[in-house]
């Protein structure tokens, strides 16, 4: 089946991405792989579809798609020695809901995100710029069976540090 | 994400009405979209009060030059952000700043203006925006080479005509050619920041469009944009700043309608320089115009996510009315209008009947022959005690909320036939007996 390129995604040519200022090919080339990826999460694509879909350079993917998997957005599944298939960490369920920090230039959205895997509480923490361009920094994910125990641990520790300062 | 939304969209043949949603924002159509360019009155400010003492249901959205925004747009939007950020600190839910209450119901929409880098107003605006930032020194380094050329050629102004236009066009090409992309995409990038965070919808830093050459690199920047702002989460318009000359170009014409119904774009903006179908009689021009008119209705009838606007409207307002979604007129009433200093002090009169800036004099006695009749027209009216009698800066304050008022009036009573199936009727109730009575032809139904 032929990968599914959502209407909402503008592919422009990758020779001019290339000029673009580094702060804004940065950020396209991972929405436009966030969205494909989120499109096709059923099948799952390799680094050959996108650089197809897409025409990136292929050590481009390749390294965001490592940063993706590093941070936990994306999963790499290994079929045979070689092929590798990517997928998003499932379909986040409803709107996200926002937690402001002290500081102005950083926030954290809470999703809820359903995968073969389970359920999962996804924390994203996410730091906007003075021109307001909008960056994930960081994701932690925790499963519904691993909530509680983490609460607990976290509360009991954010105790016992604040206590020691 | 600043998603444009139409909710409902009611169709009286090739006239429409729609409510649409933009950046969370409900307007109805048509709506009268102020632009506000003046620190004197502060039309920002003026704006906001006339939004708190009147109803004004069809006036939810207002345009800015980016050039004019450092000094009557940026610093009030800053204000409130330093102010938000300040008192969260202390307080859990601090009381919003009645000015911030207003922007939150009012669209706002950027013009960059482009068009002056080739028109001989406002390029010390346009220089002085361009210092904000170093993406920008290429608009320094064009202005600094026009101004030297100018005053090289201050003898010979008619040979200065020719070397604006080559060095215009000139300015373009070598940002199009393939060394320069980087110094292009940084500065489209660097306007769409400004856009981003000032805006709730970005439109395209395109150039004037005067020739096929010219469409193309508008086009592409304009796609460019639309890319940029996809990977924000932001919706970019897609945006033609065009000379009225395009509308003898048969092929031009052609090639922009061909891409209208294409684009895939949500919002369309347009906007005409030096176009007055009622004063010019052309009518290639008015069946070309009429043609683009016919182009968007259809878009509209097929594409019911798809809304238009026209910046700039002008003399052609009232037969766009039925067709935009949202149209554009300066608060000063005619486009370009600057010369209130020749009348005492006082300019420019909106006239509802002729539907046309008339002298402060010649109001003054419309006003005198039948103030009732003159109260009736529209909620600002109403409050007129007596026109002569209004000081100079209230004078000049009033026609601007009077004018919007009007167009306000028109809107309503539009919307109103068009749910009744009479749009038509009313249009051409408005041209008739009117100043923009020539403008009939132009009626599509």
Redesign the interface.
Known sequence: MSPKIP??????SSE??K???V??RE??I???IIDILTANSDQGLTIDDLLTITGFDRRTISSHLTKFVARGEVFKELRGKRLAIYRTNGQPVGKPEFVKG?L?DHYFRLYRLENDDGNFVYIQEREVD?????NVKGVIKIRDEEMQEFIKKLHAFAVRVTKNE | MNSLVVKERILDRNYSTSELVLNGKPIQGTNISALLRSTRPDEVDLLYKTKAKYTLDHVESFVVRLFDAPKIYFPKIDKINNRKDSLEKFIDKPIRDPFEIFLKSMVSLPDVGFEFLFYDRNREKIHDFATLHDELNPIIDYLDLLEKNKENLKESPKKFVHVNKLLHDAFWQDLFARQEAKKREAMIGRILDYERKYFDYDSPPANFVDSNEMFEYAIQINETSQAIAYSNERECATSFTLHSSILLDDDLMGKLLEYLQKDKTKLTILKFKELDLRAKVDYTMRDNFKSLLSTISEIKSAKKNKAFMLLEAGNQYAVCLPVFDLVSRSLTMIDGDVGFGRNGGRGQFWDTTKNYPRRAKEMEQVFDNDPEGFRQTNEVGSGIFDLKKLKNSIYNKVRRQYFLASLNQQAIEMKKHTLDGTSEIYLNQILRNSELAPLRDLILN
């Open positions: 209407d909402e995604v503008k592919l422009v001019t991405v000029s673009w200022r702060e804004d950020k396209y991972d929405k436009v002290d102005k003075s021109f307001k361009r909008d």
